[in-house]
C-alpha cells in the first residue's frame, strides 16, 4: 500500500470501518512511514479530542426533570388508551359518547355522558398530578437511597403543622409501611391544593387537601357514600387511576394511587382533632 | 373494564427498562442536533412518546439505542431542521485533506505540533465548531463522533446510502478541523502559517 492509498482510508481507519486486509495492511504502512504515521496521529488525536469535549457535556437542564416529564407523557399515552375503549383518544370516544346522547337520553339515563364528562374533567387532572408526584418520588427516593443520605424531608413537617392550624386536620407521618414525604401546594382543577407524597418502599399515594367550599364531590360519585364516624367517603375506581374522596370537618381530602393493590378506602391520612 | 390493564403496565416496564436509560445520549445529541436544549428537552420527550406508541414495533433483541436515535434523527429532520436550509455548496473541496496537518506541520519545531494545539482550544471552541456546521453535516458528525454509531448504523438512522454517510463525514471533519484551526489563529493561540 502506498502513501495515497493509506491517506484514502485513513478516516475508515480511524473509525475502524475498514476490512480486516485493509486495516493490516494501513497499520503496515504507518509503521514504515513517517509521515502518514504523524498525519494519522493527527487525525486521531483530533478525534478523540472532539468525541471526549462533546461528551463530557453535560446538559444544564436536570435529566431527572426530563425523565418526570417523559413519564408524564408516556402517562398521558396510557390513560389515553385505557379511557373509554370505543376509540383511543378521548376525542374520538367523545365523537362516539356525543352520538350515543341523543339515544340514551331517549332512554332516559345519562350516565354514560356524565360519567365520561366528569372523567375528562374532574379526575383526570388529578389523576396526572399524582402520577407526575409519583415519577418524582420514585426519582427522589432512588436518589436518596444511591447517596445513603438522610434527607427525605422536604417540607413534610411544615405541611403537618399547616394542616393542623389551619383545619384541626391532624396528619399522620406514618401509615402502616407509609412514610409523609413531601408537600407542596399546586393549583389543580383551578384551585390551590395542598398536595402530599406517601411513599412505602413500592408504592406512592397522593393526598390532596383543599377547603370543602372550593370543591364539591362530583355527582357520580354520591352513590359510593360509605359514613365512618366523621368521615364520608366517595370512591372513584378506575383503571388507570383509583381516587378516595373523603369529606371531613371543612375540608376534602383526596388519595389517589395508581397501584391497585392498595386499598384505598383504608387509607385515612388524618384525623379531626378539637 | 378493561382487561388491558396488567399488559399495559408489563409494556410500560419493559419500555422504560429498555429505552430510559438511554436518554443521557439521546439528550447529548439533541442539544447537539437542535443548537439549543429547550428544542432538545421538546425532541427527546416526543422520542419517548413516538418510541412508545410504536413499542410493539419494536424487535426485542434488536438495537433499542439505533432505534430511539432513527426515531429522534426522523422528528429532528421533519420538524426542527432549520427551515432555510443552508445551501450544501461548502467549500470545504478547496481544503486538502490534511490541511491541518499542512499548517501546523510547517511551524516545524514541533514533533508533536497537534499537542500544541489542542491543549489551547477549549470546550466552547469545539461546540461552536459543531454548531456551526450545515444541519445535513452535523448529524452524520454528532452520530458518529459523539456517539460512536458506526457508519451503516448511521446510514439507517438518518435514512442516507452508506456513501453519502461517507462523504459528509469527511467533508465535515474537514470543515470541523479548518473552523478549529481559525478559532486558535484568531484567538491568538496559534500564528497563521499562510499555505
Known amino acids: 500500500m502506498n502513501c495515497q492509498e493509506a491517506l484514502d482510508l485513513l478516516y475508515e481507519f480511524i473509525d475502524k470501518e475498514t476490512s480486516d486486509i485493509d486495516t493490516q495492511q494501513i497499520q503496515a504502512h504507518l509503521k514504515k512511514c513517517g509521515d502518514c504515521f504523524q498525519k494519522y496521529r493527527l487525525e486521531s488525536s483530533i478525534q478523540e479530542f472532539i468525541h471526549a469535549k462533546l461528551a463530557d457535556d453535560k446538559p444544564a437542564a436536570s435529566l431527572e426533570r426530563l425523565k418526570s416529564k417523559v413519564s408524564a407523557r408516556l402517562d398521558q399515552v396510557d ?33 354514560i355522558i356524565t360519567d365520561f364528562i366528569t372523567h375528562t ?23 436518596v437511597e444511591n447517596s445513603s443520605g438522610t434527607e427525605t424531608e422536604f417540607a413534610a413537617e411544615s405541611v403537618i403543622s399547616l394542616m393542623l392550624e389551619q ?10 409501611e407509609f412514610v409523609l414525604i413531601s408537600g407542596k401546594t ?26 370543602a367550599d372550593k370543591f364539591s364531590i362530583p355527582d357520580d360519585l354520591l352513590d359510593t357514600k360509605i359514613v365512618r364516624g366523621d368521615l364520608e367517603l366517595f370512591d372513584h375506581n378506575c383503571p388507570a387511576c383509583r381516587l378516595v374522596f373523603h369529606v371531613i370537618g371543612s375540608i376534602v381530602v383526596i388519595t389517589a394511587t395508581s397501584d391497585q393493590s392498595i386499598e384505598l378506602l ?3 391520612p388524618g384525623k379531626l382533632v378539637a | 373494564m378493561t382487561g388491558g390493564t396488567t399488559t399495559d403496565r408489563k409494556k410500560r416496564t419493559a419500555f422504560e427498562a429498555e429505552a430510559l436509560p438511554h436518554m443521557d445520549a439521546l439528550m447529548r445529541t439533541a442539544v447537539r442536533m437542535a443548537k439549543n436544549e429547550n428544542d432538545a428537552e421538546d425532541i427527546v420527550q416526543e422520542t419517548y412518546v413516538k418510541a412508545y406508541r410504536f413499542w410493539d414495533k419494536f424487535e426485542t433483541g434488536s438495537n433499542c439505542r439505533a432505534w430511539l436515535f432513527r426515531i429522534m434523527t426522523n422528528i429532528f429532520i421533519n420538524e426542527y431542521r432549520s427551515k432555510s436550509r443552508s445551501p450544501v455548496t461548502v467549500d470545504v473541496d478547496d481544503l486538502d485533506d490534511s ?13 508533536n505540533p497537534e499537542k500544541e494545539l489542542l491543549a489551547k482550544i477549549i470546550d466552547g471552541d469545539v461546540r461552536k465548531a ?11 458528525v454528532v452520530l458518529s463522533f459523539l456517539e460512536g454509531f458506526s457508519y451503516e448504523e448511521i446510514a439507517e438512522i438518518a435514512d442516507l446510502q452508506l456513501g453519502t454517510v461517507k462523504s459528509r463525514l469527511h467533508r ?23 499555505k
Open chain 1, 167 to 176: 383545619n384541626s386536620y391532624e396528619l399522620r407521618p406514618n401509615l402502616g
Open chain 1, 79 to 111: 390513560r389515553e388508551e385505557c379511557g373509554p375503549k370505543s376509540g383511543s383518544p378521548y376525542r374520538l370516544a367523545f365523537i362516539t359518547v356525543a352520538a350515543a346522547a341523543l339515544l340514551v337520553l331517549m332512554i332516559g339515563g345519562a350516565g
Open chain 2, 130 to 140: 459543531i454548531d456551526e456546521l450545515p444541519d445535513d453535516f452535523r448529524m452524520v
Open chain 1, 121 to 143: 374533567s374532574t379526575y383526570a387532572p388529578l389523576e396526572q398530578a399524582h402520577l407526575a408526584q409519583a415519577h418524582l418520588a420514585q426519582a427522589h427516593l432512588a436518589q
Open chain 1, 266 to 268: 383504608d387509607f385515612i
Open chain 2, 172 to 194: 465535515g471533519r474537514r470543515l470541523l478541523q479548518k473552523k478549529l484551526y481559525d478559532y486558535a489563529v484568531s484567538n491568538g493561540y496559534i500564528k497563521d502559517r499562510p
Open chain 2, 99 to 111: 490541511f491541518l496537518y499542512g499548517q501546523l506541520s510547517s511551524s516545524g519545531r514541533e514533533d
Open chain 1, 186 to 211: 399546586e393549583e389543580i382543577l383551578g384551585v390551590e391544593m395542598n398536595h402530599l407524597t406517601y411513599s412505602s418502599s413500592n408504592a406512592i399515594v397522593s393526598v390532596f387537601i383543599v377547603p
